[in-house]
């Protein structure tokens, strides 16, 4: 066979290989030589047979000064008029632009664009990956879901880009918390997953889980100053133990991650087979909710709102009960998110309200003083548009004067559409209802931020009421709260008063009213009507009025309320 020899390169071989074209022709070894090394034996193999049938090879070529190029070579035999092979011909063309794109996108398809963390499609291949090592090597895998608590109220509360700098935080410390060959992903939102790819004991799972936990015990600091402390809830299951399968290995660390948030959150649960039991009986529970209120299964307690001053009850908490033909009474903290989860709750939101009014009703009848009632507003009932109306409409009906009606509303629903949420409260201010703050102190919110809202009142959480004699900090916060709330012409109730000692604290530092234990549970409405004041004989039972914190100027009032459907 005759020697082989380059006859023709088109100048831009030069910029693509990196050498002068007369250097290349004087060495056609250097068309081997330039090709990557891990490529070198398939190009060369490609171009030995050349001759027979051409070849399409991509490939990658190293330039002298050691960057890299791809390359796509495409050569083909040209035969003379006997069909004899006399030269090769072909084109090669640098595709390092396109093949970069490419990657880029193949990166975008596989990694979270936010953290850089292994998407959901690429976790799941990762998972896949591992269980067949381990099946091969009978190795134990962890899979492991941890989901950032309350990660909504910061969202609601710092806005979008501190809560994407978070987390990046987090997933920084995720990975940080891992061995290398563990695949940390981010599933979406607030939820992250780690695939633990070979882990010597369940024990093992325990000490990492530990770990995980322990990355989140110093505070983040994802800019615009903030500094916030966030815990994780996480849910842990293992291959083969619990399951073999993929998908049911993800469904139970996502039973055993529910477990861990209602077990109050900031904590991690390993899986057990009772945990899918639970989550049919909440799909059970959502069928039964939506039959409970034509089966009259609801009812309200009342709780007694105390003066500090005079100990007289100034007002009543509406407070909902289910009471579920087997299980008996069941507290709102077990099906509330139900309701708010499908949407019930509004529904039962506007039962609720007729209630209250019908038995303020009730009690003006049997000769009982009214005082104002509280009812209690989820987020998703606040959010909606006909809210105003609803409420309205129901006072009317009713015949309620609407100083009798209060709501309360979180300070984490508040925050989710201040536009929205100012306008609401407006409408519902110029109506003459009250209006409060419930559980102040869980969110993020500063009380100067609630100056934009037309409030009458703010109630401090029972996390911080109930360590209030033994804990400087919760001290520290409950008697700055009420000072501050204070300035802000808002009245001060305090939540969860169990003791004299608490009650006592609360009394020296100006805190208005209170709720709790000490005086009063939660009261079915005939046992709450027997406490309430009776009206004197010859007094007319008009309410009495409730003195208000004054309003915004009528102008800004007026706007609110013809913007507001009522
Ligand atoms: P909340 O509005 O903060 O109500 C206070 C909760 O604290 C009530 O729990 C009450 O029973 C409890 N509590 C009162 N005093 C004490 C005390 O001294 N010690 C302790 N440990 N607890 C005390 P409950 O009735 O289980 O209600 C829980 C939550 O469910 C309420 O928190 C409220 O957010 C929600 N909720 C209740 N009824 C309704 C309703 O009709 N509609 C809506 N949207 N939410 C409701
Ligand atoms: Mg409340
Ligand atoms: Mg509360």
Redo the contacts with the bound molecule.
Sequence with gaps: MRRRQALYLSPAAETMLGYPLREILRRPRLLVRTVHEEDRARVHAARKSAASGGYDETYRVVRPDGTIRWVRDHAFPVRDACGAVYRIAGIAEDITERKLAEERLLHLAHYDVLTDLPNRVLFYDRLRQAILQARRNEWIVGVMLIDVDRFKNVNDTLGRAVCARLLQQVSARLKAAVRAGDTVGRLGGDEFAIVLSNLASARDGNLVAQKVMASFHDPFRPGAGAEIYVTASIGITLFPDDSTDQDTLIQNADAAMYQAKDAGRNSYRFYTPEMNARASRLLSMESSLRRALERREFL??Y?PKVSVATGGIVGL?????WRHPEHGLV???DF?PV?EETGL?TQ??EW?LGMVCAQLRQWQHEGIDPVAVA????AR?FADRDLGAVIQRTLEAHDIAPRLVEF?I?ESSLMTNTEDSTRVLEFLANLGVGLSI??FGTGYSSLGYLKRFALDAL?I??SFV?DITESADDATITRAVISMAHSLGLKVIA????TAAQLAFLAEHGCDEF????FS??LPAAECGERLPRRRSGDPGRPRPRPRRPRRSPERAAAGCARVPG
């Design positions: 309200l307690h709780q908490e509406a407070l909902l009960r507290p709102p903290g509330m309701l709750i039962i939101g609720v009812i209690n507003l989820s009932q309360e979180t419930d559980d109630k959480d029972r109930r939540e969860g008063v169990e709720q709790g234990y000490y549970r939660p």
